[in-house]
């Protein structure tokens, strides 16, 4: 059984998810679940002193510099946890073939 959850986000934000839900035969909230799993995932969550920035009114969405940064930090943050023998492991096409390997796309090289 699910529990229900409401967040309040800007319209933008509302639309860009429904779109990239929909691209990929989604519902909406299969769609962010994965996110917000890993945001709270031991492995993969941001250490509790990493500051998260918040938009003062809802209205008024992150600057694009500070979700960068924050997406940064987080991929740092489980990038430091990834053993050296599985980044071995990595095709040497990973970061340019990145669709093909996670979603089965054609390869672009």
Do not use: C
């Not at 933008?12 to 691209?23: C, I």
């Not at 991929?75 to 050296?84: H, K, L, Q, S, T």
Request: charged share 30%.
């Amino acid at each position: 059984m699910m529990a229900h959850l409401t967040i309040d986000i800007t319209p933008e934000l509302a639309r860009q998810l429904q779109e990239e839900a929909a691209r990929r035969g989604l519902e909406v909230s299969e769609y962010v679940r994965p996110a917000l799993e890993a945001l709270v995932t031991p492995q993969t969550a941001l250490p509790r002193d990493t500051p998260v920035a918040r938009s003062v009114d809802i209205d008024e969405p992150a600057t694009r510099a500070t979700v960068s940064d924050e997406v940064l930090t987080m991929v740092e943050a489980i990038w430091r946890d990834v053993p050296e023998e599985d980044l071995a492991k990595l095709p040497p096409d990973f970061s340019a073939n990145l669709d093909h390997y996670l979603y089965g796309t054609p390869k672009r090289t």
